[in-house]
């Protein structure tokens, strides 16, 4: 069965097939399905797959978004407002008076096809070439236009030699055009005939209305085309123009991969555990069950990271999923949260006992060591443990639950489990205590920068330094940036500490500049909330004109998050700061979004790529195959492409096999103080 909506407004109408088991709705641009009002909420509801009483799918939507937060306007069904609502055939939805959405199951047995009538697509064929003739038709005459013979011959050429396969089938069946594109893409056409697999379910009489473009994916071998289809039931004709979209294709995987999976595990990462709860959710509504969220953090890791190595540690890391993870019952969703720690949704929960036996089962996993480069490791672990509905109803309250039991287990001794209870105060002292400081650090000038080189191994030159910022608290010592950006993010306070930064970085470079330094670019990195200030470029502007910086010695480093939050606005800026001749570089290229549209219109000089993708790099295809396919998009967009994280000679060989020439890490410096930075820009090795 088909699953589709119709969207009808004023301005624009879509059709969605429901294929995937999860949709976000709103008016920003992240949102699977996009509805361009004003009177949307960024995320407005979500609609998710759940299961039904039979065998087959049920979709329900949600006011508000995966995390509990409810739409300005909310959503009304069959003219009732609700909160929630199992989807049945013919269901009206409204999201506000100028947006109607009607709701349909329909019974197929052909393949799936996007049905959409010539009136209503922005698709046109460039040329027709096949109609003998044309007519004007008025209100007082009907007159034939006669065409010249070399106007047709030049239009018949444009068909002809078109680089793109075009085909045109009678409704008999019987093929009675080829261009040469189709037969050289589709050697055996000829002899297969109707019986080719570009023809297959073109006669179905459903799809013969007359004008109608149906538009499919086909998968051909290895290939996958874009198929548009065009009945003509004048002239009985089905007329298709094939675009190959295999590369295309291949990329978004990639991409796709690298939003929702961690690259180290291969597990799924944060986002997609989100998503994967949220569903739950709603099936554990639905059916008036239980859940378990377990948050889990490997107790001591970081003792294995300083005395072994990254390396080691990666591998140990490896090591625990694959084993956890072939421990798991298969209903259990297992992700890799961040850095060591873990999540687990245990869905369709019959009694709270099992969240404690299957931590309990953790622990007899772990008592066993890994081999890990001849070292025998033994892992120890802390586990928070969050049940649906009694510790929460949404999935941000049962995951910060979760992490707040975890947090208590590592109160009392580690090497445990807790259950959520109200009474845990996880890290909300901690956090405030932080909260408190920051807002005195930049006043006390307890802020520093570091500088880390970025080297092009090809020339040996030293292109730039990426400034990183630094808390030095005289009580508490240096604070890791990762745990009190988020903080400053949340606060609003990144405002003012990334204008220090850019200020600090530009008077540095200035300042080295001076002393008879070679010339570099300094690379400064930006927070969303920064970057989006209404006055940031009089900012920027100033901050240069008041340290004397050249613009072109500047690198503003966005990720790629910041842009997808205001993609035009983005692109505003950007230009701005292009036509000044300050560098853009995107940061963490391919782990925020799987789609490649904004290069197409973000004005970059650079991407990076982030230090995650470096780190795993081994010498197997799999593994070398997202590099690859970075430095493909960097080539094709005429863009520099930098590796981040490079630590052994071993991953700057196979960087070089892949012709990646510029790169940073600590193989060739860890980041400096201002003084040391000055040293090894005098004496590097690098600098010839």
């Not at 009483?53 to 949600?62: D, H, L, S, W």
């Not at 947006?99 to 799936?112: G, R």
């Not at 947090?407 to 205590?433: A, D, M």
């Not at 200030?533 to 340290?547: A, G, M, S």
Request: aromatic share 10%.
């Amino acid at each position: 069965m088909l699953h589709r909506l119709i969207i009808n407004s004023s301005n624009f109408r879509k059709i969605i097939d429901l294929q995937e088991s999860f949709y976000t709705i709103g008016r920003h641009s992240t949102n699977s399905i996009i509805l361009p009002s004003p009177k949307i909420s960024k995320k407005h509801a979500i609609i998710v797959k759940i299961s039904g009483e039979k065998p087959q799918k049920v979709f329900q939507i949600i006011d508000g978004d995966e995390q509990g937060n409810r739409s300005k306007n909310g959503i009304f069904v069959n003219g009732k407002k609700v909160l929630k609502h199992q989807l049945k055939h013919g269901d009206i939805i409204n999201f506000d008076k100028d947006i109607k959405v009607t709701y349909y199951i329909i019974h197929v047995t052909s393949n799936y096809f996007i049905n959409l009538p010539a009136s209503e697509t922005s698709f046109q064929p460039s040329t027709e070439v096949f109609v003998n003739a044309q007519w004007d038709q008025t209100e007082t005459e009907e007159k034939q236009i006669l065409l010249p013979e070399s106007y047709l011959s030049k239009l018949a050429s444009l068909v002809e030699f078109s680089p793109n396969p075009i085909i045109e089938i009678n409704f008999a069946g019987e093929i009675t055009y080829l261009n040469s594109a189709a037969i050289q893409k589709f050697k055996t056409i000829q002899k297969e005939k109707i019986n080719h697999p570009i023809f297959r379910n073109l006669l179905e009489q459903e799809f013969h209305q007359d004008g109608n473009l149906l538009i499919r994916e086909i998968k051909i071998g290895q290939e996958i085309f874009e198929q548009h289809i065009h009945y003509l039931n004048d002239s009985q004709l089905i007329r298709s123009y094939i675009f190959d979209i295999t590369e295309r294709k291949l990329a978004e995987e990639i991409l796709h991969y690298q939003a929702y999976y961690d690259t180290l595990t291969g597990l799924p990462n944060k986002i997609l555990f989100n998503q994967q709860l949220a569903t739950a959710l709603a099936d554990a509504h639905f059916k008036n069950t239980l859940l378990a969220v377990l948050f889990i953090d490997l107790d001591g890791f970081q003792n294995v990271n300083d005395t072994l190595g990254h390396s080691t540690g990666d591998q140990l890391l490896r090591s625990f999923a694959q084993r956890l993870k072939t421990r798991l019952c298969a209903g259990d969703f297992f992700a890799r949260w961040a850095g060591d720690e873990f999540t687990i949704l245990v869905p369709y929960l019959e009694n709270i006992e099992e969240a404690k036996n299957l931590a309990q089962r953790i622990f007899n996993i772990l008592q066993q060591p890994f081999n890990i480069s001849d070292n025998l490791l033994y892992l120890k672990a802390s586990i928070g443990i969050a049940i649906y509905p009694q510790d929460g109803e949404d999935a941000e309250t049962l995951v910060k639950n979760a992490d707040a039991a975890l947090y208590r287990s590592k109160e009392i001794g580690k090497n445990n489990y807790q259950f959520y209870n109200p009474i845990i105060t996880s890290k909300s002292c901690q956090r405030l205590q932080i909260e408190n400081l920051l807002h005195q650090a930049l006043e006390k000038e307890q802020f520093l920068l570091h500088y880390q080189p970025q080297i092009n191994i090809k020339t040996g030159q030293v292109l730039g330094m990426e400034a990183l910022i630094r808390w030095q608290h005289p009580e508490l010592g240096l604070i890791s940036p990762t745990k009190f950006i988020p903080i400053a993010e949340e606060t609003g306070l990144i405002v003012n500490i990334g204008e220090w930064v850019l200020r600090q970085a530009c008077l540095q470079n200035q300042f080295w500049q001076k002393m008879g330094l070679p010339p570099i670019r300094i690379a400064v990195n930006l927070s969303p909330q920064q970057f989006q200030q209404p006055n940031f470029i009089n900012v920027v502007t100033q901050i240069l004109k008041e340290t004397d910086l050249e613009a072109h010695f500047l690198e503003l480093e966005i990720t790629e998050t910041t842009i997808m939050e205001n993609i035009d606005f983005a692109c505003q800026v950007i230009s701005y700061f292009q036509t000044m001749g300050v560098h853009i570089s995107m940061d963490d290229f391919g782990t925020g979004y799987s789609s490649l549209g904004y290069l197409k219109q973000i004005p970059l000089n650079s991407i990076k790529i982030d230090q995650t993708f470096v780190k795993d790099l081994k010498e197997h295809p799999q593994d070398l195959a997202i590099i690859s396919a970075v430095l493909a998009i960097g080539r094709g967009f005429n863009l520099r492409v930098i590796a981040e994280g490079v630590e052994t000679q071993y991953q700057v060989d196979l960087l070089k096999k892949l012709e990646c020439e510029e790169m940073q890490g600590f193989k060739f410096s860890k980041p400096l103080t201002p003084e040391d930075a000055a040293k090894f820009l005098w004496s590097s090795p690098f600098n010839s």
